[in-house]
């Protein structure tokens, strides 16, 4: 098996190829390359590599212009530091995706899906859908809110985190007033800024000022404290833990 890496960051080129090394040591890693007009000439220059490692966040743009240069049939793995607009992207079509720095378990259960077959492709109607995921967005800044005879403007910055009941959204804000906000939990989750805000669970969209401190819970979930809100538990799930904690990290 023929790996290319395209990696921007020698350390976590550094990384790939170790652990590349360690579980599949029969696997080539035929070439290195660091950005999209590398990469470019590289796939012009010598024969396609049976898998691809590619970054999406390059030094000259998206890897995805690599797509819309070059003819691309094999299987390719992304890799990502924390992006909440490309994991919510990925997830959305399917695609497969290793946050980093990558781990060694995670590699692994790539390859098997690669030797099982079971990688899945990219087409150029997903590959658009990427590209419009990921590029940059306005993200909403306030509300304007029925209030008495008229209305009201709240900023997002004030709202410390937003939670369903009844299947009615609901804005907590930093004066501890509840204002009704009209929108669902998901079309909120689209005009937030993801650097700012988490979808925690299906109830809670949190505000990352507002976390206090996050403990492991059972099973492999975090329960986060909200400051100066202590009755309020917010549950991460197993599932979502790892992507909470780069977030967070980020």
């Not at 590619?54 to 793995?77: A, K, N, Q, V």
């Not at 995670?106 to 990688?119: G, Q, V, W």
């Not at 590209?131 to 009201?152: H, S």
């Amino acid at each position: 098996m023929r790996i290319l890496i395209v990696e921007d960051e020698k350390p976590n080129a550094d990384r790939i190829k170790r652990l590349v090394n360690e579980i599949r040591p029969h696997f080539e890693i035929v070439g290195v390359v660091e950005c999209i007009g590398d990469t470019i000439e590289w796939l012009s220059m010598n024969r396609p590599p049976d898998v691809m490692l590619m970054d999406i966040r390059l030094s000259d743009g998206l890897s995805f212009e690599i797509l819309e240069h070059r003819t691309i049939t094999c299987p390719i793995i992304f890799t990502t530091a924390y992006d909440e607009y490309a994991v919510r992207a990925f997830k959305h079509n399917s695609i497969d995706y290793l946050l980093k720095p990558v781990e060694k378990e995670e590699l692994a259960a790539a390859f098997h899906k690669l030797e099982s077959n079971d990688l899945p492709t990219l087409d150029q109607p997903t590959l658009a859908g990427l590209i419009n995921f990921l590029q940059p967005k306005n993200f909403r800044k306030r509300f304007l809110l029925p209030y008495r005879d008229g209305y009201r403007s709240v900023l997002v910055k004030d709202v410390v985190y937003f939670f369903s009941e009844w299947k009615v959204t609901h804005a907590k804000l930093a004066d501890d007033t509840e204002v009704v906000i009209p929108f669902t939990m998901e079309e909120l989750e689209q005009q937030l800024d993801p650097n700012a805000f988490f979808r925690a669970n299906r109830q809670y969209i949190i505000c990352v000022d507002a976390i206090g401190q996050v403990h492991n819970y059972f099973n492999g979930k975090l329960k986060v404290d909200l400051q100066n809100h202590p009755s309020v538990e917010v549950i991460i799930s197993r599932e979502k833990a790892p992507i909470f904690k780069n977030w967070l990290n980020y």
